[in-house]
């Protein structure tokens, strides 16, 4: 090739990749000039709902547009998930989501979406144990005290869940699975009306987020037996872990993220990830966060992607052993 060519070539390269930039920069600089739609597959109440109504602001204020907050609950998120699944990938429809966003392909016999391709995840927002309550009518003040009881009386005690596959229900399961008990799940349609159950007396235990459970529990209304994290929560030393009081190897973490539909602009992806990590990284937030017992995480989308993939084939393995099933 001679010299010239090779200027023509090198300035035609140069002239596509700046074009390219421009043209991101320009979707950058354009988006958002209306509303945004924040879903939430679940109702009001629940960790989803306290973590976004936590970030999605801060969001607001970084990119000076509204994200409102939608609360599309039904069949344990599969219907506020299928809802953003189906809508326009132009980055005015996103979705706050927990582990039944993975988990629910295992747990149902047909979905109309794949969590693992029919999304974008923009970023991993934060991570927090949950804490096992009991009414206070339950005789049991300990994780062994609750065993005991337990396996004296199996398929009688009975747990409130956020519907079939939702967090407290795969938690709730998961001690079940390694206390080698049964406990019988009872489901509501959210975690708010199931902790509200569990208050009331109607149901006896519910794995709830710290947030929303401890201060029913600081007010003698539950009694809070355990941590459902490996170390003790900094924001609530005084409670046990489920592991070291009475069942060893127990271990549930809960994590919420931010979601596009596929198809959603890299550009767009690229400038919420951006927000979010700028915005979770204010001081103010770090002690916000820190005091309902959520560690902020605000990950890259990569690195969410990857944390899902690991998460479905986690709590696939403890579906499956278990049997649970939802239609």
């Known amino acids: 090739m001679s010299a010239l060519k090779k200027i023509i070539s090198i300035a035609a390269f140069l002239g596509a990749a700046v074009a390219a930039a421009q043209f991101a920069a320009a979707q950058t600089v354009a988006y958002p000039v209306r509303p945004v739609h924040v879903v939430l597959p679940f109702p009001p109440g629940g960790s989803v ?16 547009q509204q994200f409102i907050i939608e609360n599309r609950s039904g069949a344990s998120g599969n219907i506020g998930t299928e ?11 996103l979705m706050v989501n927990t582990i039944p966003f ?19 995840p923009i970023s991993l927002l934060a991570s927090s144990p949950s804490v096992l309550v009991v009414h206070p009518s339950l005789p049991a003040r300990s994780v062994r005290e609750l065993l005991e009881l ?5 398929g009688v005690l009975n747990f409130a869940t956020a519907g079939p596959g939702t967090n407290p229900h795969i938690a709730g399961e998961l001690f079940n699975y390694l206390g080698k008990v049964k406990t019988v799940a009872i489901h509501y349609k959210g975690g708010g009306p199931a902790l509200l159950s569990t208050v009331a007396g109607e149901r006896r235990g519910f794995v709830s987020g ?15 037996l355990g941590i459902t994290s490996l170390a003790r929560s900094p924001a609530f030393p005084d409670i046990p872990t489920i592991a070291e009081s009475g069942l060893p190897g127990y271990e549930f973490v809960t994590w919420h993220g ?40 605000a990950s890259t989308p990569e690195e969410f992607a990857a944390h899902l993939k690991k998460e479905s084939a986690k709590w696939g393995r403890v579906i499956k052993e278990q049997g649970m099933r939802a239609e």
């Open 150 to 154: 337990a396996r004296s009386k199996p």
């Open 102 to 120: 993975v988990a629910n392909s295992h747990l149902y016999a047909k979905l109309p979406f794949d969590p693992l391709t029919d999304f974008v």
């Open 210 to 224: 710290v947030s929303e459970a401890t201060p029913f529990a600081a007010s003698g209304k539950l009694r809070a």
């Open 258 to 297: 931010l979601l596009a539909p596929r198809g959603t602009s890299g550009a767009i992806v690229a400038l919420l990830n951006d927000s979010v990590k700028r915005t979770m990284a204010m001081p103010e937030q770090v002690k916000l966060f820190r005091q309902i017992g959520q560690d902020i995480v």
């Open 83 to 93: 809802y953003v699944a189906r809508a326009a990938p132009d980055g005015y429809t």
């Open 49 to 64: 709902d306290t973590v976004a109504r936590l970030v999605m602001p801060r969001v607001s204020e970084s990119l000076g």
